[in-house]
């Protein structure tokens, strides 16, 4: 092969031969991974050019036993109880390996699976009763679907935080929407964001919402309305226990973990499954309130 082909060390980007060469497979493979998504790529002036370290990351996290396998890094919804219970799980393996949680919104979650920066995206988007298209139609927005499924964590309860002060004088969402009240809405691409866009367009006045302030996790959300700068959120119900705010249920919805099939296998992901399924886990949900484990680890979609 002519050594011009061959990538550099000092390469930063790689093109379709190199990136055929440094792989060892021929060049129609690498125009099928970006086809599907699977490969880092970005197209420069027509051209498709590949960036040295994230195929070298890209090659690390997808062997099985590669130097990744002891790292968990989930990004996406916010949920109090996952952030315990990986907080806890991060606890016990100490420095063995990486386990860590950054919450981002659900889109942008999955943004950053497909760009192979996290291994995992807690998603969330609708009712429950909805989920089992809702969640699979969002993923397959994204190139990369194909190798991935969804796993059920656990199911929620929905609605809004509310102060207590004002829940005091009432519990009607519809009045909630008055101009007087002021709400703390998430971010562009949030889970809560678009329960919040929904329940307001079902309710006379809600697309006009006196929004104070926008937050980009469910404890902020909830901390906006205990430090006085809004006085409704949308939030879930163990948010709104775990910050001593009042609640209106609007029911339950799916909390789902979209990833690769390879990261389904990984020893870290398996040890998180069952931490979920714990009698230890499960007795954290009851004291925050709002969790249902009935479909806990079960595969919603991906098994073809």
Not at 64 to 80: E, K, Q
Not at 206 to 219: K, M, P, Q
Not at 266 to 287: E, T
Request: charged content about 20%.
């Amino acid at each position: 092969m002519n050594a011009r082909m061959q990538p550099e060390q000092h390469d930063v980007f790689m093109s379709v031969k190199q990136v055929a060469a440094y792989l060892h497979v021929n060049e129609k493979k690498i125009y099928a991974l970006v086809s599907e998504g699977g490969i880092p790529a970005t197209k420069v002036t027509g051209k498709w050019m590949f960036p040295r370290e994230l195929i070298d990351r890209w090659i690390l996290t997808s062997s099985h036993g590669g130097l990744l396998t002891d790292r968990l890094v989930i990004a996406g919804s916010d949920d109090p109880l996952l952030y315990r219970i990986i907080m806890a799980f991060a606890h016990d393996i100490n420095s063995h390996a990486q386990v860590g949680y950054t919450p981002t919104g659900t889109r942008l979650g999955l943004d950053l699976l497909e760009a192979h920066r996290v291994d995992v995206s807690a998603i969330h988007w609708g009712p429950e009763s909805e989920s089992r298209t809702r969640h699979p139609a969002l993923l397959q927005q994204h190139k990369p679907h194909k190798e991935w499924i969804l796993i059920r964590a656990f199911a929620r309860e929905q609605g809004l935080m509310v102060h207590p002060d004002v829940l005091a004088k009432t519990d009607d969402p519809e009045k909630l929407t008055n101009s007087r009240y002021r709400w703390a809405q998430r971010q562009a691409g949030a889970g809560a964001q678009r329960f919040l866009l929904e329940m307001s367009n079902r309710c006379p006045g809600g697309e006009e919402l006196n929004v104070t302030a926008t937050t980009l996790s469910e404890r902020e959300a909830a901390s906006a309305i205990v430090m006085g700068q809004a006085d409704v959120a949308p939030g879930a119900r163990s948010a709104a226990n775990e910050a001593g705010l009042g609640f209106i249920s609007f029911g339950w919805e799916a909390f789902d973990l979209a990833l690769s099939r390879g990261i389904w296998f990984r020893r870290l992901f398996q040890d998180l499954l069952g931490r979920l399924q714990s009698g230890a886990c499960k007795q954290v949900a009851d004291n925050l309130g709002g969790y249902d484990f009935t479909h806990s680890g079960e595969m919603i979609w991906g098994d073809e």
